[in-house]
C-alpha cells in the first residue's frame, strides 16, 4: 500500500477580493485567508508577534479599533474592571485621527504595518462610524467643529436609546446600548471619516471591519428628514462609489478585504448590505458552538451557512469577542472545544474564518485570565492543529468541499476533492471514523501527531481521539 503523507504546511494565499454579486454563489469559489483577531494587543505587542503569526499561517492580522476614545483617568490598565476600564473603551470613539492609550500611537502602529508588511500579512482595522462615546463632552471639539457643531454631529433622536432593535428606524437613527448616534449622511462627517479611512490606507491598512454596520442606514432604511437628510448615502461613500467634499476613498474598494457586522436579527435588509460589503455568518456561529456544546452535530446541519449572501462573502467564526465579552456565551467552552470548532471552519471551501484571540491564561471560571489591556492573548493562535488547518485551507484552493458526518454525528469530516480532508472529533470520547471520501486509497500520517488513517474502496477508516483534529493530505 502507498504511504502518503499528511503535512504541517505554512504559506500565505490570496482570497479573491471582488466586491461584485455577493448575491450569487460561485461554486467553484474557494477562500483561503484567514483572520487573526489580536483582541486588545496594542500595536508593539502585535509587532513584535508578526513572525508567530506568519508561522501560524494567519493571512490577515485584525486591531481592536485604532481612532482616539474615551479613557477617563486611571483606566486602560485592565482589560476588565468595574471600576477604572474597560475593554469597551476603545469602542467609544472622540475623534477619528489615529492613535489611543490602548492600542498605541500613531508612530507605533506604522511600526505594526511595517512589520505586518515584512511577513506578507494584510492588516484589518475595526473602524466605528456609527457612534461617539457615551460621555459626549468628552468628543474633541476640534472634531465637532469640523462637522458643523455638536447639534450637526447626531441624528435628531442620536441621544435616545434604542427600544426595538427590529425596528429598523429605532435600529438606524438611535443610540446603540446608550451611545449616541452619529448622522454618517452628514457631509461635513463623511469628509472628515474618509480623511481617517484614507489615513489607515495611506499607512499600510488593506481591509476594514464596520462594527455596528447594520445600525447605519441603506438606502430603503428611513432617512432623518429632522436632520435633513434626503438619502442615506453613507455606504455609498465609505465604499469609494461617490465622493464627497472632494474626499473620495483613496485605493480602489475591490483591492480591499472589507467585512460588517451585520448581525442577523429580524428585518435587516441582508441582500442590500451584500451589494457593499461582506457580511458576517453570526446564525452558523450559533448552530457550529451548538454542536461543540453537546458534542455533537447529530440532527444540526453544518453545511447550510444560513445566510443570503454568497459564502465566498462571508466572514466565519467559531466565536467573536462579542460572544466571549458581552453576555460570555461561547466563554464556557474549552480552547479544546475552540480548537475543533476552528479546525472544522477553516477546512471548509468557503468563509473566511476569524480566530478571535483569548485572554493570556483565561478558564471558564476566570473569562479575563491576566486581565493586562494590551496584552498579547493565550497561545491557542499557533497550536500545531491551528497552524496545520490553516495551511491546509491555502493549499486546498481550487478543491470543492463534501462534509460527512458520523453515524452519532461526534466526529465531522471535511473532505476536499481529491486532495485533501479534515477529521474532526468534537466529543470527549474516541471515536472510529469510517465515512465516504474521494482520496486515492493509501494509508495517510497526520504529522501533527502521527496517526494513521487508511482509505481504502471510497471510505476513510481510522481512530480520532477525543477532542482532536487530523488533516490529511495526498
Known amino acids: ?47 513584535a508577534n508578526m513572525a508567530k503569526i506568519a508561522d501560524a499561517g494567519f493571512t490577515m492580522i485584525q486591531t481592536s479599533p485604532v481612532q482616539n476614545c474615551y479613557s477617563p483617568e486611571g483606566a486602560n490598565k485592565k482589560i476588565f474592571d468595574a471600576k477604572e476600564g474597560n475593554w469597551y473603551y476603545y469602542y467609544q470613539p472622540t475623534d477619528w485621527k489615529v492613535g489611543n492609550p490602548i492600542l498605541g500611537t500613531r508612530e507605533q502602529m506604522k511600526e505594526m504595518i511595517d512589520s505586518a508588511n515584512k511577513y506578507n500579512i494584510k492588516v484589518i482595522v475595526d473602524v466605528l462610524p456609527n457612534h461617539t462615546a457615551f460621555d459626549i463632552d468628552a468628543v474633541s471639539p476640534e472634531f465637532y467643529k469640523a462637522v458643523g457643531g455638536r447639534d450637526k454631529m447626531y441624528h435628531s433622536n442620536g441621544l435616545v436609546a434604542i427600544r426595538d432593535y427590529n425596528d429598523r ?26 480623511e481617517f479611512v484614507n489615513d489607515l490606507l495611506n499607512m499600510g491598512v488593506r481591509g476594514f471591519r464596520y462594527d455596528t454596520a447594520k445600525h447605519i442606514g441603506v438606502h430603503s432604511d428611513p432617512v432623518d428628514a429632522a436632520s435633513g437628510v434626503k438619502e442615506n448615502d453613507f ?20 483591492s480591499l478585504f472589507v467585512y460588517g457586522e451585520i448581525l442577523q436579527d429580524r428585518n435587516v435588509p441582508e ?88 485572554p493570556m491564561n483565561s478558564t471558564r471560571e476566570a473569562y479575563w485570565g491576566d486581565n493586562i489591556l494590551g496584552a498579547r492573548g493565550n497561545d491557542e493562535f499557533f497550536h500545531p492543529e491551528v497552524v496545520a488547518v490553516n495551511n491546509f485551507r491555502k493549499h486546498m484552493a481550487g478543491q470543492k468541499e463534501d462534509i460527512r458526518t458520523s453515524e452519532n454525528g461526534q466526529v465531522l469530516v471535511v473532505n476536499r476533492g481529491k486532495k485533501g480532508a479534515a477529521v474532526v472529533n468534537i466529543s470527549g470520547i474516541a471515536n472510529f471514523v469510517d465515512v465516504p471520501t474521494a482520496l486515492p486509497a493509501g494509508t495517510y500520517t497526520d504529522k501533527v501527531y502521527g496517526y494513521e488513517f487508511k482509505v481504502k474502496n471510497g471510505r476513510l477508516k481510522g481512530l480520532a481521539a477525543p477532542h482532536r483534529t487530523y488533516i490529511i493530505e495526498k
Open 1 to 47: 500500500m502507498k504511504r502518503l503523507t499528511l503535512l504541517a504546511m505554512t504559506g500565505l494565499v490570496a482570497l479573491p477580493f471582488a466586491a461584485k454579486d455577493r448575491m450569487n454563489h460561485n461554486p467553484d469559489a474557494t477562500n483561503t485567508e484567514t483572520i487573526l483577531h489580536a483582541w486588545s494587543w496594542n500595536f508593539p505587542t502585535m509587532a
Open 169 to 194: 428606524a429605532q435600529c438606524t437613527l438611535e443610540g446603540t446600548g446608550g451611545l449616541p448616534d452619529v448622522n454618517t449622511e452628514n457631509p461635513a462627517f463623511q469628509k472628515y471619516y474618509m
Open 235 to 254: 455606504w455609498d461613500v465609505a465604499t469609494g462609489r461617490k465622493a464627497v467634499k472632494g474626499v473620495k476613498l483613496a485605493l480602489p474598494y475591490d
Open 271 to 358: 441582500a442590500e448590505y451584500a451589494d457593499y460589503m461582506g457580511q458576517t455568518a453570526s446564525s452558523y456561529g450559533h448552530v457550529l458552538r451548538e454542536a461543540l456544546e453537546k458534542g455533537t452535530a447529530k440532527d444540526l446541519d453544518l453545511k447550510d451557512w444560513r445566510h443570503a449572501a454568497a459564502p465566498e462573502f462571508l466572514t466565519t467564526w467559531v466565536e467573536s469577542h462579542d460572544t466571549y465579552c458581552n453576555a460570555h456565551e461561547s466563554a464556557g467552552l474549552t480552547d479544546d472545544q475552540i480548537r475543533t470548532g476552528w479546525v472544522f471552519l477553516t477546512a471548509r471551501q468557503n468563509g473566511v474564518p476569524l480566530f478571535f484571540s483569548r
